[in-house]
DNA sequence: GAAAAAAAATGAACTAGTTTAAGACTTTTA
DNA sequence: TAAAAGTCTTAAACTAGTTCATTTTTTTTC
């Protein structure tokens, strides 16, 4: 059949895990909503329930949350061919603590609660699939809750590059900043710093 | 039928999330090892290859690496009803970074990783299984990689102690230390606080 | 149960990262 | 295309957390 690109896509990244037939591809595209978001638009607010799970087929977008001084702290940024979201409230339906907003137009793929339980019934291969995503997941947070709280910011950031060079150039030092864990005038600090060596 | 404690443990831990026939519960008990360490024995060194996922049905152990001085940081601290191993190296099969020893005796169930992939062909419902376990450690573990960034100190002591209560009683404030990424000196000034608080 | 080893407390001097403030540069909007 | 708003840089004074050194307390070992 002759699926749309950002479905393609989606498809292409679920079978790094597993294999769909035709009519499985057809039925999981049935389940999925299209959202678009220009620049600065939220695709989620805090204080609300978690409606969907998102893939994104184009664009960028940052998850963050707002301490009690207002200011911000970003848990992720999220590009093409990346899942977001927020896990916790999608799951217990509880009102989410985060803002996910994008930071340029954005397409995204999302998969409601209703959906990904009825895929599961219909389709007890996403089991796996979902398993070993959350499993590849788990392995990359747990390395990076551990970096978070043993190294040095300017580690941190030299690490953060190595390793999302195609993010570093789309979003701003002070977004940059906000996802490290330090303020904008120490990143930088540290940018020049790197630079001059 | 009539199974030791362990597997009780670990049967009512997998209870929570799948139903499993009497013949289920049997084959999968098959597949386990059982393990019991000394207090100060290693489960495993950094440079092996994890051989094993551990469920652990008595006892308390540590999860840490050492960095290029030397220094320990302690990733988790895992006791009875708890599962720890290293996740990244059981997968890849690359020599792992973690060491894993007891702080006290401890008893385990392991299974290997020949096991974990007969697992799901014999029993697919453990895809389920695992699927929600790493989604819940995902979830606890975003929550940590965003904490270690943005909170004092201070702050991840008291939400570690408010959360895990009868862990902080069990282990050395060295190594409490060594989770939260303080130096011990800095941990005694902050319990010091706290306490005249 | 005494000796040895490890953990905890305390304090003084230090460093990584923050705060506040001001000016230069860039992007957005009308 | 000018004005407004946001981002980036620099610097001085500050604070959270480190380092090093010493003493006290607790745990381990024989």
Redesign the pocket.
């Known amino acids: 059949m002759n699926y749309k690109e950002s479905h393609k896509l989606l498809l292409s990244n679920v079978s790094r895990f597993i294999n769909l037939t035709e009519l499985e591809k057809q039925k999981y595209i049935s389940l999925l909503t299209e959202i678009k978001v220009d620049?600065?638009d939220f695709l989620m607010q805090a204080g609300e329930i978690a409606k969907y799970e998102y893939f994104i087929t184009k664009g960028c977008l940052k998850v963050y949350t707002l301490d009690e001084e207002g200011?911000p702290h970003i848990s992720m940024f999220a590009i093409e061919d990346y899942w977001t979201g927020d896990l916790s409230s999608f799951m217990t339906k509880e009102p989410s603590r985060y803002f996910i907003k994008a930071t340029e137009h954005s397409e995204l793929l999302g998969i409601s609660r209703e959906n990904y339980d009825l895929l599961f019934r219909e389709i007890p291969k996403f089991e796996r699939f979902y398993r070993i995503l959350y499993q590849k997941s788990l392995i990359s947070y747990i390395r990076r809750s551990n970096h978070g709280i043993s190294l040095?910011?300017?580690e941190r950031y030299l690490e953060f590059k190595k390793k999302y060079p195609q993010i570093v150039s789309r979003i701003?030092?002070?977004?940059l900043?906000a996802y490290i864990?330090?303020?904008?005038?120490?990143?930088?600090?540290?940018?020049?710093k790197v630079n001059r060596m």
């Open positions: 620049k600065r200011a040095t910011a300017e701003t030092q002070k977004d900043a864990g330090i303020t904008p005038e120490f990143m930088s600090k540290i940018i020049t």
